[in-house]
């Protein structure tokens, strides 16, 4: 790769990240207000509940709850007894997620780059927060995931499931717009091998059009191999 390219890459890389914090930003109070049903999906709570399951059975640890948002699927994980943080771009989030939620620490930065030591943590999530990564930016997402795992940790994503993008234009009146990527499960669940995971369960289900939704609903978790000596 040449040093032009390079650098078109790191401009592009800084573009989306840019425009999903400004998006977020915007919205934040709004989307919190709208979404505050979020964990009352028919299997949503199960997904998470499982996921808290084998962290626990895995000896326990620090959680991250990456793309938190205004937090409220981080403190839904310490109510099921796990040690857990919450970290997303957008301070405008994270303002809300501290306010609600004083007992519980969220940082800010991005999932691409994570401040986080290698193999330092029982289980990370990513709950729709990978729908506004490029394709082609996955592979060093789920990489970042894998590294910050520790041998044995488990990785849950929630995305929705499909090939066309939704477009939010102008949404609460305010003047900003963002795709949420829609993925096909099994290229999703083939990326995450491809990274290292074993794919532990895969599950869909359909819409919910009483929360509003108009895609199938994807949750993917991954267990990180233990190292074999």
Not at 54 to 74: F, K, S
Not at 177 to 188: C, K, N, Q, S, V
């Amino acid at each position: 790769m040449t040093s032009t390219e390079d650098e078109a890459e790191t401009e592009s890389e800084a573009g989306f990240v840019t425009t999903t914090r400004t998006f977020y930003d915007a919205v934040a109070e709004d989307y919190a207000e709208m979404f505050a049903g979020e964990l009352t999906g028919p299997r949503d709570g199960t997904v998470l509940a499982d996921f808290a399951e084998l962290v626990g059975c895995g000896g326990g640890g620090q959680v991250a709850d990456l793309g938190c948002g205004p937090g409220r699927t981080t403190a839904y994980l310490a109510s099921l007894g796990l040690d857990v943080f919450g970290l997303d771009l957008s301070g405008s989030m994270l303002a809300i997620a501290r306010r609600e939620n004083p007992g519980l620490r969220f940082q800010q930065g991005s999932m691409l780059e994570l401040d986080i030591p290698d193999g330092t943590l029982a289980g990370a999530v990513s709950w729709y927060s990978s729908i506004h990564t490029p394709v082609d930016r996955l592979p060093s997402l789920f990489a970042e995931f894998h590294r910050v795992l520790a041998p044995g940790g488990h990785l849950l994503i929630a995305f929705q499931a499909g090939d066309r993008p939704l477009t939010l234009d102008r949404p609460f009146g305010h003047p900003v717009r963002l795709d949420f990527e829609r993925r096909r499960p099994e290229a999703m669940a083939e990326l995450l091998e491809t990274a290292g995971f074993a794919l532990r369960s895969r599950t869909v289900r359909e819409a919910n059009t009483e929360l509003g939704e108009s895609s199938a609903q994807a949750f993917l978790t991954g267990l990180k191999a233990a190292t074999v000596l």
